[in-house]
Nanobody, 121 residues
Framework: QVQLVESGGGLVQAGGSLRLSCAAS????????MGWFRQTPGKERELVAG????????YYPESVKGRFTISRDNAKNTVYLQMNSLKPEDTAVYYC??????????????WGQGTQVTVST
């Protein structure tokens, strides 16, 4: 069992930066690939960053490539999402997920509760 708690969301102007954190409980955090997802009303949740359990392989869709960076600290049971050059279209609820079976981590076994990110013009 893994419990995930996101933090770090908020309101930022276009062009600004935010760093999201996802703190995990559970002794097996290291064994999961981790992903950051986002969702807006009426749209499906989309994967915006993935990191394998070793912290070596990453996945980013074209929409965020070069602007978002995912990282993890297995000693702290935490995964991060550094978001730079934010755009209004990045506005969404952001979720972290832990996936034991898939790469990229498209089908997490566990989800956090989400954190709102709002980018103003």
């Amino acid at each position: 069992q893994v419990q995930l708690v996101e933090s770090g969301g908020g309101l930022v102007q276009a062009g600004g930066s935010l760093r999201l954190s996802c703190a995990a409980s559970g002794r097996t955090f290291w064994s999961y690939a981790m992903g950051w997802f986002r969702q807006t009303p009426g749209k499906e949740r989309e994967l915006v960053a993935g990191l394998n359990r070793y912290g070596i392989s990453t996945y980013y869709p074209e929409s965020v490539k070069g602007r978002f960076t995912i990282s993890r600290d297995n000693a702290k049971n935490t995964v991060y999402l550094q978001m730079n050059s934010l755009k209004p279209e990045d506005t969404a609820v952001y979720y972290c997920g832990a996936d034991s079976n898939n790469w990229p981590p498209t089908s997490p076994d566990y989800w956090g509760q989400g954190t709102q990110v709002t980018v103003s013009t």
